[in-house]
């Protein structure tokens, strides 16, 4: 466990559905990552915040994706209209913005399906 | 970020050292190699990295040559728990974001 909550762990839903997906990252950390993981692929980096701000937006990252988080805290990925292509893994980690902390700490993820 | 390139899989018997290679022959000067591993069904979870020099943690050692177009991570007395995806990125120095992961090399480490 490395401290990166994630909920859910796993949601299925229809085509055309909206979803939402919810990060608690490690207290004191400032940054907060999003990425997306397809079955036999390395995690695809989607979005990333320092603090509240949203500081870079992946190209993959379309209209229907959007990440939020207030207050500097939790983050919120939602997917509007899902496709079936959206199915993967949902990852979330947070840092520390520090000179020598290099390390990201990962959530266990949300696997999305859409059917 | 530095293209990697790493073997799809490997196999390593537990208790043996598990080296696992990355060319990165593209580094530029100001780039770090870092190593993850992803377990099934787990989030990435960090290893080490290095930028010139060799380094060593609780967990693995990392060999970079002198002319840092390679690397081999090492994992000393592999065990079962080892089986997993790792991953060789490298990644520019300051730029505390967005790891860019390859396919990795899935490690299996057998009895």
């Known amino acids: 466990d490395t401290g990166v909550s994630q909920n859910p762990r796993h949601k299925i839903t229809k085509r055309g559905q909206n979803v939402t997906f919810r990060c608690d990252p490690i207290s004191e950390h400032n940054r907060l990552y999003w990425y997306r993981q397809t079955l036999g692929q390395g995690p695809e980096f989607l979005t990333y915040f320092q603090n509240e701000a949203q500081l870079e937006k992946s190209r993959l990252l379309s209209d229907r994706f959007s990440a939020e988080r207030p207050k500097g805290s939790f983050s919120t990925l939602e997917i509007q209209r899902t496709e079936q292509g959206d199915s993967a893994m949902y990852l979330c980690?947070?840092?520390?913005?520090?000179?020598?902390?290099?390390?990201?700490?990962f959530g266990p993820g949300t696997r999305l399906t859409v059917t | 970020d530095a293209k990697t390139t790493q073997p799809t899989s490997m196999d390593c018997a537990e208790g043996r050292a598990a080296n696992l290679p990355c060319n990165h022959s593209t580094i530029s000067g100001n780039e770090y190699v870092y190593w993850y591993r992803q377990i099934h069904s787990q989030g990435p979870q960090y290893i080490i990295h290095?930028?010139?020099n060799n380094e060593t943690n609780e967990m693995a050692s990392l060999i970079i040559t002198e002319d840092r177009k390679s690397s081999t991570l090492i994992l000393p007395h592999a065990t079962l728990r080892d089986t997993a995806v790792y991953y060789c990125i490298g990644r520019s120095g300051g730029s505390n974001y967005k790891l860019t992961f390859g396919k990795g090399t899935l490690l299996t480490v057998n009895p």
């Open positions: 290095g930028l010139k």
């Open positions: 980690a947070s840092s520390l913005r520090e000179e020598n902390s290099y390390e990201q700490y």
